[in-house]
């Protein structure tokens, strides 16, 4: 049951932050199909940053001396390296839907597209494979309870809770929780976040008040695109080993299906990415999943295909959407072109 539960915050927290990347968009009124692709670059460059820093000085030093800190603090530069690129590239959706006010439907498609192969061709250019992977560093070096780190087993200490919280849990794990907190109080606690949502709603009217409509817009885009960058690098540190091949499992789309049905709030988009992580963590985890404990193979003995588990967390998506889908309130705005008077 640990093992579930943590299987399941794992899969949940990217879900939980790259959905909350799109509210921020939409609430200002773009909407951020690309949320796919802004993942996969965010994944990329993050895993290419590490790789990159294998050769220094510093983590041969860290590697010398089981320096478990520097590898943490490797784990938050990767996380700030991948946001960068995410905020990077979601300027082109600011260019093309601001800028030159075409359909943001198709331009997220356009980037969703242009992603992979820029990524594939990346990793083909570097090490003529076409999967970008670590060589020198485990990624278990970057799990929180280390020893040598924190001087303390937290996980025996606590016992079973200890075990839950601290035993094999990455530090992105509880940074994800504190930048979603971050984020929400911003979008609903601060003038900020009113102005941001006002230009989702009302653009119109937030724009007689003297609020720059298509700066909120550029920023509100911005920032959803670096929390989609860093939650694309989370997924690969958490769930891929720490590797790039240009594809994130669809948690892109699952993101904004988490952000439907979670119907633009960050409250209800915490228990949709939950639900939505626990039917990814099934899917990638059920031949070693015993939920009755009888077998430690239980799931994988019922005789179902394996395909049927890795399709279930999509054809779930498909169902709870056309049951709720029709009860969500998209902001007003979204996906609207604004338009100056001085411009018309």
Wanted: glycine fraction near 10%; charge should be positive.
């Amino acid at each position: 049951m640990t093992f579930l539960i943590q299987q399941t915050v794992t899969y949940a927290l990217p879900l939980m932050i790259v959905a909350l990347a799109g509210v921020f968009s939409e609430r200002s009124g773009t909407i951020n199909l690309a949320l796919e692709g802004i993942m996969i670059i965010g994944a990329y460059i993050g895993v290419l940053f590490v790789r990159g820093m294998e050769g220094t000085v510093w983590i041969r030093l860290a590697l010398a001396e089981q320096s478990y800190l520097s590898f943490q603090l490797l784990e938050i530069a990767a996380m700030l390296v991948a946001a960068c690129a995410g905020a990077v590239f979601s300027l082109l959706l600011t260019l093309a839907a601001i800028r030159f006010k075409s359909d943001q439907t198709i331009t997220g498609t356009a980037l969703n597209l242009i992603a992979p192969a820029f990524t594939v061709f990346g990793i083909l250019l570097l090490t003529n494979q076409t999967t970008l992977t670590l060589q020198n560093i485990d990624t278990s070096a970057m799990f929180i309870l280390k020893k040598s780190t924190w001087g303390l087993d937290r996980s025996a200490d606590m016992g079973w809770l200890g075990n839950l919280l601290f035993n094999k849990t990455y530090l992105a794990t509880y940074i994800s929780l504190i930048l979603y907190a971050v984020l929400a109080i911003l979008l609903y606690k601060t003038k900020f976040g009113l102005r941001l949502r006002a230009c989702g709603e009302n653009p119109e009217a937030a724009d007689s008040l003297g609020v720059n409509v298509n700066k909120m817009r550029l920023a509100g885009i911005t920032i959803s695109g670096a929390v989609a960058g860093m939650g694309g690098f989370i997924y690969a540190l958490t769930t891929a080993g720490c590797t790039a091949n240009g594809d994130v499992a669809g948690f892109g789309f699952l993101a904004m299906a988490v952000m439907i049905f979670g119907n633009w709030n960050p409250g209800t988009i915490v228990w949709a990415s939950l639900i939505f992580g626990f039917f990814k963590c099934i899917a990638a985890c059920y031949f070693t999943l015993d939920l009755n404990g009888d077998s430690v193979y239980a799931l994988a003995n019922l005789g179902i295909s394996a395909n049927i588990y890795r399709m279930l967390p999509f054809v779930v998506t498909l169902i709870v959407l056309a049951f709720t889908s029709k009860k969500s309130r998209a902001p007003k705005a979204a996906g609207k072109p604004f338009e100056y008077m001085s411009d018309v």
